[in-house]
């Protein structure tokens, strides 16, 4: 038994970890909320998790 990992799922994957992120940040910039953080976040967590996240948070209402 072995196990190959096709070159199709890195790609997969590597466009998940640059896709997503970048997804994040515009959601977050959208509803007004600290993009660079967020985006942070996802990469250094599951950044589809961190999608769902920021879409469920509300919009940030505070003034600077």
Known sequence: MSFEVSIWTWIGLAIIYVLFPYLVFKIAKKKKRNANLWT??????????????INIVGTNSKKK
Do not use: R
């Open 40 to 53: 942070f976040i996802s990469v250094i967590t599951n950044p589809i998790i961190v999608l769902i996240i």
